[in-house]
């Protein structure tokens, strides 16, 4: 079982510069919601309550200002500063004492998700033992993605990093669950020539151990990655045509909380007191309503 996930916050985000200059990518907004609550309500929905969030040195202050420590959404959420981007598998290395020695999700800070039977997935992908699972979803330009090709009846054959000649068009999104060996696997990947950690090398691992699964992010579902302007824009759109049409909000963090019962009403109260008048505060009072 998978009770403990990282949401890895940090980079630079160049592609997003000035913006990204005075203010983390993860908290500038998708329509009404800083961007971190949406990899938050992904975890969350998974049933995950113990968090850890990698942010960049010096923007500590700005994320405990929006989510202090979880406790008003009856989880557990703990920091911890990045000194500069060391490629993604570097999270475990970061949160070893964290994951101590158990299963962990991951979820890149800055990848949207969205589907009907999303939380199902999710709920089903936490209850990995052993190895290690993928989320893949199919795209139009594989080759910017790292992507797996995968054989008729749905085992990956290979992972490729950004590949030049197609070998597939189902993009390895940026969800990922891992056993507990993750950690002694890390420490034993070399750095590649962008003298970074590539999890393509991690993933690698476990299929050459012939232990890594993977499930797709059907027609039904969506998978954003925000890194530049254009997709953060993009997102924001979506989330504002989709709840604006159908009423519901997408990622309301509270709403899960107080679904999954880690919450009651006083929390909710709390939590329109927090945010103060607002369209966000206003849709929280009809929880409770």
Partial sequence: MINKAIILAGGMGTRMSPLTKAVNKQLLPIYDKPLIF????????????????????G???????????????????????????????DAFLLGEKFIDNKNVALILGDNFFYGQDLSSKLIKSTKLKNGAKVILHKVIKPELYGVAKTSKSGKIISIKEKPKKYISDL??????????????YTKKLKPSSRNELEIADLLNVYLKKKKLTSDILGRGGAWLDTGSIEDFYKTSAFVSAIENRQGFK????????????????KEILDAIQFYGRCDYSNYLKKLIS
Avoid: H
């Fill in 171 to 184: 993009a390895v999104t940026g969800l990922y669950f891992f056993d507990k060996k993750v950690v002694e």
């Fill in 59 to 89: 923007q500590l202050s700005q994320y405990k200002k929006i989510l202090p420590d979880g406790k008003r959404l009856g989880i557990n959420i703990i920091y911890k500063e990045q000194n500069y981007p060391k490629g993604l598998p």
């Fill in 38 to 57: 949406y990899p938050l309500s992904i975890l969350m929905l998974a049933k995950i309550k113990d968090i850890l969030i990698i942010v960049n040195k």
């Fill in 250 to 265: 997408i990622a309301c963090i509270e709403e899960i909380a107080f679904n999954n019962k880690w919450i009651n009403k």
